[in-house]
C-alpha cells in the first residue's frame, strides 16, 4: 500500500487549505485512516483520525476547524482546514492501518503566516 498526499501549501492566518491523501494497493473502507502533523522540534501528533462506523476523532486543537473525510470508492481521505493559525505550520502525513500494519504517506507541508 502506498499513500500519496498532497495540497498542501502557504496560506495566512485564517486561510483555509485542503489536503487529500490517496491510498494504492488493497485497502478496506474498515482500514482506520488518519492525519497526523510534525511541528518543527515537537514530536508527531494525531490531528484527526476515520474510522469505519465510528465519529471522526478530532485533536482538542483543531476540533471545529478541520474535518476529515473518506471517499472509499477513490481510497481517499481528505482533510478540510479553515481558520488556519500559525500553530498549525507542520508536515502532516496520512496514515493507514491495515492488518496490523501502519503505513505512512510522504508528508505534505503546511505553513501559516502570522
Known sequence: ????ASGGGLVETG???????????SILST???AWYRQA?????????RIRAGRDPDY???????????????????????????PDDTA????????DGNVYWGQGTLVTVSS
Open 1 to 4: 500500500v502506498q499513500l500519496q
Open 91 to 98: 508536515i502532516y502525513y496520512c496514515y493507514a492501518k491495515i
Open 31 to 33: 482500514n482506520p485512516m
Open 59 to 85: 485533536a482538542d486543537s483543531v476540533t471545529g476547524r478541520f474535518t476529515i473525510s473518506r471517499d472509499n470508492a477513490r481510497n481517499t481521505v481528505t482533510l478540510q482546514m479553515i481558520s488556519l493559525k
Open 15 to 25: 486561510g483555509s487549505l485542503r489536503l487529500s491523501c490517496r491510498a494504492s494497493g
Open 40 to 48: 518543527p522540534g515537537k514530536s508527531r501528533e494525531l490531528v484527526a
